[in-house]
Nanobody, 127 residues
Framework: QVQLAESGGGLGQAGGSLRLSCVAS????????MGWFRQAPGKEREFVAA???????????DSVKGRFTISRDIRDNTKHSVHLLMNSLKPEDTGVYYC?????????????????WGQGTQVTVSS
């Protein structure tokens, strides 16, 4: 089992920055690919970014490429953090952001495939 807890959401301005964090805990959690998804009102949950367990590979949705950066910080064998630095924010980045974990490397961008989810954190970008 992997437990995920997000933090860092809130209100941002267009052109500004926000940083999201996710603490992942559980046996073997460090070996999972970690990702971020987001869901806007009335829309499906969509892939944003992912990073493999070694940190050697990262993937981004075209809509955030060049603006968002995913990273991970491994503390020990049972707990680590994943971060999403969001720069040059746009109003269309608004939504609930979810941290997720999955065993696939490379990851599948379909949310239905991912094994574990956090409860989500709201990000609102004003114009």
């Amino acid at each position: 089992q992997v437990q995920l807890a997000e933090s860092g959401g809130g209100l941002g301005q267009a052109g500004g920055s926000l940083r999201l964090s996710c603490v992942a805990s559980g046996r073997r959690s460090i070996y999972y690919t970690m990702g971020w998804f987001r869901q806007a009102p009335g829309k499906e949950r969509e892939f944003v970014a992912a990073i493999n367990w070694t940190g050697s590979s990262a993937w981004y949705a075209d809509s955030v490429k060049g603006r968002f950066t995913i990273s991970r910080d491994i503390r020990d064998n049972t707990k680590h953090s994943v971060h999403l630095l969001m720069n040059s924010l746009k109003p269309e980045d608004t939504g609930v952001y979810y941290c997720a974990a999955d065993s696939l490397d490379p990851p599948d961008p379909s949310a239905a495939v991912w094994d574990y989810w956090g409860q989500g954190t709201q990000v609102t970008v004003s114009s």
